[in-house]
């Protein structure tokens, strides 16, 4: 679920190893069992590209013998287990099929200790095959159809392409179930699972008791596992189909991957270290005492950060003083001032208000109202007297919460805002809105000395690399790289904007003017008093930079002058407020025009104005890495970071600073942003490598969706079966290019030209970063100044991008959950909502 440890080109390096090298080992020749083989202990079978082995094992300091399936590379390493509470004692097993066509394993005595169980009675042949993916299939051999899988019967380890699933209707549910000690495969007390009633959640159980909680799907991520807000591919995937059942599975991936529930209840996930010969751990569910299910009781609050890490949300008290003191947190906390139930009226200061509790894992039990609208939320809630809490998510809706608050957790910088309801005079008291402001602060900080961390450790391992980078990865959450270090800023050079003056130009903040939310705050549109359009982000306190840093950061961005850049013009900064000052962009942002239909300019952008739209971006993104004083690395370069002006000239926003000048972002407070999927290089998703190349692999994507007028996150090509890549991938080598341009553009005169687009693209979105030209390169080939192309590689994601395509591909109706095709939801990353 997270990228620490990835080394992606090594784990497919290991494959192609594992694939070829042929191996030694007392296998029968296949990957099948068929009813003239006798299968005994000593036999394995392989699958086909040598990933997964099924044969008998016996697990650490114990003699007995299991039927299992393990990888080829670790055979200690047991995925799935047949004969798990009926062991072998000796190794007299036999893997045989009876006469139904089930594959049934029996000891010396002749006894059946385990049986696939199908209980078709009519006779037939059948054929069992171990897959590269780690599961067991048996098939009819007469029809091919399926007939039984391991994958359906979990032990403790869920794989890539494996499924967790539960039936709401039926509420049949497969799950994992630990061992019950390191040397015992038998069941042990702790499952794990999905809950999908209400908004889907994963569990862990101890003997049928939440012990852990994931917090909500919101579409993309498991909302509560602060991991999993990072950049990262979208890894895992949740749907639905008619039957009521919903299914959680990790993706298909090129390296070893496994989720294991382990004795001890925890949730784990390792990947296979080719260079060690060893399993990394990439993520843990419970890391610390918060992840515990309801360790701070009804209305507790826990935040890792604390010490104590409970206390009780605001405007509630423990229940039982003494016990709280002394650590028992079990009873939780009450409320001090019974609810009005109305609305809350300035004068008297009766009634109810809500208080916003930012970063959060929501509490369990929320119930669920499709909504758009934060303020549709808020007004259910506030006109039902048993909502106590609200909040809100684009992707899942309104969340709202009649029961007690329990398993509420406290993050910093990720997670969902929390709306909960209060007696009024709980909310006007001054100290309470301190703490609204100072906890983000604080929270900002930890999560830049969390990058810092991460950078420390990156660099650390930088002896492992595989590839070349320009390795950069700054010490905050901007983008800048100063190639001088020593390069001093002048602050007073920037014109610096009075509060009272953008307040003013903004009509108080008033949300008329507002252009849009971005990652780190609030943007409007101001008229200053001698006429002149500006546009004016307000940094939300989160944004988490000292005065300082952020003084020298924005003083280094005013001095970038091209006329791809958007100009900032000035900035502001009093007390808590942090303000950055750009030039208003009359045409808004790019991806408006390229994938509204309705969108006037649709038609008013023609080859000519894409191809200046392309050759302009990559002129930008030059200057950033190039011809400015300093390295810059955008990091999240897509046409919603792209700006127009009245001329269509398009430029680059959001470089260093935050994303927050986003054109339309109208969904939500997406801060936390560092990248978005669909954009990012493969090796910056998996790993977290940033370098000027894979500014150019997401320069590529979006010249794909420029000349296509198709967003690479919203496309699926169900015809092909493939993505936005994939397509021009497969099109481009059918010389069928123009097939794959938007059928809005008069491609008549410029056939070859839009053809070589396609191919520049495809150099630029190749997997491997030393494959990719440098944005230099590709401007020159844009030109023609370099007339001969070389042949790209085939793009990575190519096949499988569309989550909710992904899997094993047995269900039919698949649906996401959820409003997967909205608008433009960014899938931000390290980004929250
Ligand atoms: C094992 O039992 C089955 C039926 O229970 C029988 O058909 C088979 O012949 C037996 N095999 C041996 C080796 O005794
Ligand atoms: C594991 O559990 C089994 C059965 O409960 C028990 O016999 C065995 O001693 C245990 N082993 C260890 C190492 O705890
Ligand atoms: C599956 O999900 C879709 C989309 O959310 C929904 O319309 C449908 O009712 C769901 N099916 C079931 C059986 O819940
Ligand atoms: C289970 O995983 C957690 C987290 O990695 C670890 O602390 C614990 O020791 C593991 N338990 C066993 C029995 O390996
Ligand atoms: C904590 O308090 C609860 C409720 O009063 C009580 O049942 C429990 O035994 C206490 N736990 C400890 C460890 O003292
Ligand atoms: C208020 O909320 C409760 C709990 O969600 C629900 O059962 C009840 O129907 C709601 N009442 C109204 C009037 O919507």
């Not at 039984?148 to 539960?166: C, G, K, N, Q």
């Not at 895992?236 to 009521?244: A, E, V, Y």
């Not at 092909?720 to 553009?745: H, M, P, Q, Y």
């Amino acid at each position: 679920m997270n990228t620490k440890i990835f080394h992606l080109y090594l784990q497919s390096l290991l494959f192609v190893l594992i694939s070829f090298v042929p191996f030694l080992c007392f296998c029968l020749d296949t990957d099948t069992l068929t009813s003239n083989i006798t299968f005994r202990d000593s036999d394995t079978i392989i699958s086909g590209r040598h990933v997964f082995k099924l044969g008998f094992f016996s697990p650490p300091n114990n003699t007995n013998r299991y039927l299992a399936v393990f990888y080829n590379v670790s055979e200690e390493t047991a995925v799935w287990i047949a004969n798990r509470d009926r062991p072998l004692n000796d190794s007299s097993g036999t893997v045989t099929f009876s006469r139904n066509g089930n594959l049934v394993l029996t000891n010396g005595r002749n006894e059946t200790l385990w049986s696939t169980n199908v209980t078709d009675t009519y006779p037939r042949n059948t054929s069992a095959q171990i897959h590269d993916n780690g599961n067991l299939v048996l098939r009819d051999t007469t029809t091919g159809s399926m007939i039984w899988e391991s994958f359906a019967y979990p032990s403790h380890v869920l794989l890539p392409t494996m499924r967790i699933t539960d039936n709401i209707y039926t509420r049949h549910k497969v799950i994992l179930t630990t061992w019950i000690n390191g040397s015992d495969p038998e069941p042990g007390s702790w499952t794990s699972g999905l809950e999908a009633l209400n908004v889907p959640q994963i569990f862990i159980w101890n003997n049928g008791r939440p012990h852990w909680r994931s917090g909500p799907w919101n579409g993309m991520i498991l909302s509560g596992v602060p991991d999993m807000y990072s950049p990262y591919l979208a890894a895992f995937s949740l749907w639905n189909d008619s039957t009521g059942t919903f299914y959680y599975t990790p993706h298909e991936t090129t390296f070893l991957m496994r989720i294991t529930h382990n004795t001890t209840g925890n949730l784990v996930q390792t990947m296979w270290n080719i260079q060690q010969r060893n399993w990394d751990i990439t993520w843990v569910a419970i890391e610390n005492q918060c992840d515990v299910y309801q360790t701070c009781g009804p209305f507790g609050s826990c935040n890792i950060r604390d010490t104590p890490i409970c206390s009780c949300i605001r405007g509630f008290e423990p229940v039982n003083t003494e016990e709280w003191e002394n650590g028992n947190w079990t009873s939780g906390c009450a409320r001090r001032r019974q609810l009005q139930c109305s609305l809350s009226s300035n004068t008297s200061g009766n009634g109810d208000g809500f208080l916003r509790l930012p970063f959060t894992k929501v509490p369990d039990f929320a119930e669920r109202f499709p909504s758009r609208e934060p303020n549709v939320c808020r007004t259910r809630c506030m006109s039902n007297c048993s909502c106590i809490a609200y909040a809100h998510d684009p992707y899942i809706g309104c969340m709202s919460w009649s029961e007690p608050l329990v398993d509420f957790q406290r993050f910093n910088g990720v997670g969902i805002d929390l709306f909960l309801r209060l007696e009024a005079s709980e909310l006007d008291n001054n100290s309470d809105r301190m703490l609204v402001i100072i906890i983000p602060v604080v929270v900002g900080f930890a999560a830049i000395s969390f990058v810092i961390i991460i950078a420390w450790f990156w660099n650390k391992r930088k002896d492992t690399k595989v590839f070349e980078t320009e390795h950069v990865i700054s010490s905050d959450s901007s983008a800048i790289v100063l190639k001088d270090e020593t390069e001093k800023v002048n602050v007073e050079e920037l014109p610096l904007f009075s509060f009272e003056t953008l307040s003013n130009a903004t009509y108080q903040f008033h949300e008329n003017y507002l252009l849009g939310k971005g990652g780190f705050g609030l943007v409007y549109k101001g008229y200053l008093e001698n006429g002149n359009v500006i546009a004016v982000k307000r940094l939300s306190a989160a944004s988490g930079q000292g005065t300082e840093e952020f003084m020298n950061e924005v003083v280094v961005i005013s001095k970038l002058q091209h006329r791809n850049l958007v100009r900032l013009i000035g900035c502001c900064v009093e007390g808590e407020e942090k303000m950055l000052i750009y030039e208003y962009m009359t045409n808004k942002s790019l991806d408006g025009c390229l994938f509204d239909p309705n969108h006037p300019s649709q038609k008013i952008l023609d080859w000519k104005k894409r191809f200046n739209i392309i050759e302009s971006i990559g002129r930008g993104l030059l200057y950033l890495h190039r011809d400015s004083r300093l390295k810059i690395i955008h990091r999240d370069l897509k046409p919603s970071n792209v700006l127009l002006d009245e001329d269509w000239n398009p430029k680059i926003s959001d470089f260093g600073m935050a994303r927050i000048f986003g054109g339309n972002e109208d969904f939500g407070n997406t801060s936390r942003v560092v990248g978005t999927y669909g954009y990012m290089a493969p090796e910056y998703a998996m790993e977290g490598r940033f370098s000027e190349k894979s500014d150019v692999y997401s320069f590529g994507v979006l010249m794909l969706e420029i000349v296509s007028g198709k967003k690479n996150t919203h496309y699926y090509n169900q015809e092909l079966s493939l993505s936005l890549l994939g397509c021009a991938w497969k099109l481009w080598n059918e010389e069928n290019g123009l097939d794959f341009v938007d059928r809005t553009i008069d491609s008549s005169n410029f056939e070859e030209e839009i053809v070589r687009c396609i191919h520049i693209a495809l150099l630029c979105v190749q997997e491997f970063p030393n494959d990719r030209p440098s944005i230099q390169t590709v401007l020159s080939m844009l030109s023609r100044e370099i007339v001969d192309l070389p042949m790209p590689e085939q793009p990575v994601f190519a096949e499988k991008w569309n989550r909710s395509h992904v899997g094993t591909g047995t269900t039919q109706q698949s649906s996401q959950i959820g409003y997967p095709y909205s608008n433009d939801l960014t899938i931000t990353v390290l980004d929250g909502r």
